[in-house]
Structures are given as C-alpha cells and as structure tokens.
T-cell receptor
Framework: DQQVKQNSPSLSVQEGRISILNCDYTNSMFDYFLWYKKYPAEGPTFLISISSIKDKNEDGRFTVFLNKSAKHLSLHIVPSQPGDSAVYFCAASDQGGSEKLVFGKGTKLTVNP | DVKVTQSSRYLVKRTGEKVFLECVQDMDHENMFWYRQDPGLGLRLIYFSYDVKMKEKGDIPEGYSVSREKKERFSLILESASTNQTSMYLC?????????????FGPGTRLTVL
C-alpha cells in the first residue's frame, strides 16, 4: 500500500518556465513533508519542507504548497533552470523530518535549454 | 557540514557471498538509516537505528541485517547476496528530537550481484 504517491514518473519543461511536481498521500497522520533532489550517482539532498500547520513555504525559486483536505502537495520551481534536471522525491513523516520518512517513487524532471 | 560517507561507490559480488556495506557520519547523529533505491520504486527503508546497538526493521528487511556498535557507524549486511539485491544502497543520518530537521544522505553504493 503506497502511502506517498508521485504519479508522474517524468516531467519535461523549458528553461525559464515553471515546473510543477505533484505528490499525494493517504496517511492522515503525516504532519511533515519534504522534497529531496537527487542527481545520478549521488545521494538525495534536502530541498524544502513544510509542516502541516502551514499551507505554503518558499525558499528562493522553490515553493511547496500543501492542501491537507486533498492530501496533496506540490513543488513549484520558478524559473526552471537546466541544473534543476534531477529526480525529485516527495517524503512524508508523522514524527518530523529527522525521523522515519516514507518516500514516493520520484519524478524525473528534465529542463531543456 | 554534515558528512555521511559510504565505504564503496561501486561493488560487484557473487551470488551467495556475504556483503558488508559501511556507513559513517561525522555529526554525532543518533538516527541512522539504510535505504535501497530501484528504478520505478523510489527509496525503500531497509533498517534504521535510533541508538547504538538498537535497530528496527523498515519496510523491506528480508535478506538484510544491520549492526551499530558505535554511534557514528551503521553497517548493512547481506548474509547471502542474491541477484535481486542488485541495487543502489543509500545511508542517511539525522539528529534526534528535532522535527524540523532532515535526513542527510551519503553518496550511495551501487551493488551488483552476479
């Protein structure tokens, strides 16, 4: 039973445009959500997170939106750059970001110059 | 900067061999984790540890064991490697009791079992 779902395996956008990556979850106990970015042959690196008490968190070009009623979150990257090309993993926890996480399957983002 | 290192970047083993994957972190983190990453399956938790000599099963512990004798080191053991354990193995660590913190990952070990 997949508790965190990323239904788009891949996404392709043009440089300068917006990238929107989506994530759905089923466990209503999740109260902390994170996005990780992973380049080939490297470990994932933390990108941005959001607590369930918020509905939006921004960090530079990256914004995460949380819709608790729909159990849905999204990552917006504006403007997209070729260096953003990577696999993005959505993760969720009911104990916070440093404790046990449940990951989605990932979305491969390609930003074309 | 948090540093998580893994003993090998690439490893090739034979079916039936005993395999040790080592992970070391230098930030005095209490929590350590082992994941495997497979195409189309994302990151799946194998085992984790909240303290020295403590371990808990993750989602896919079958065929694996772990050891944590020192706080900074967490080892993943494949008692008898099989071809379906060919994968990317990722170690992570985190500070306990800080909900807004995150897990920090090592570079991964690409294991091929022939």
């Amino acid at each position: 039973d997949q508790q965190v779902k990323q239904n788009s395996p891949s996404l392709s956008v043009q440089e300068g445009r917006i990238s929107i990556l989506n994530c759905d979850y089923t466990n209503s106990m999740f109260d902390y959500f994170l996005w990780y970015k992973k380049y080939p042959a490297e470990g994932p690196t933390f990108l941005i997170s959001i607590s369930s008490i918020k509905d939006k968190n921004e960090d530079g070009r990256f914004t995460v939106f949380l819709n608790k009623s729909a159990k849905h979150l999204s990552l917006h990257i504006v403007p997209s750059q070729p260096g953003d090309s990577a696999v993005y993993f959505c993760a969720a926890s009911d104990q916070g970001g440093s404790e046990k996480l449940v990951f989605g399957k990932g979305t491969k983002l390609t930003v074309n110059p | 900067d948090v540093k998580v290192t893994q003993s090998s970047r690439y490893l090739v083993k034979r079916t039936g061999e005993k395999v040790f994957l080592e992970c070391v972190q230098d930030m005095d983190h209490e929590n350590m984790f082992w994941y495997r990453q497979d195409p189309g399956l994302g990151l799946r938790l194998i085992y984790f540890s909240y303290d020295v000599k403590m371990k808990e099963k993750g989602d896919i512990p079958e065929g694996y064991s772990v050891s944590r004798e020192k706080k900074e080191r967490f080892s993943l053991i494949l008692e008898s490697a099989s071809t379906n354990q060919t994968s990317m193995y990722l170690c992570a660590s985190s500070l306990q009791g800080n909900p807004t913190d995150t897990q920090y990952f090592g570079p991964g070990t690409r294991l091929t079992v022939l």
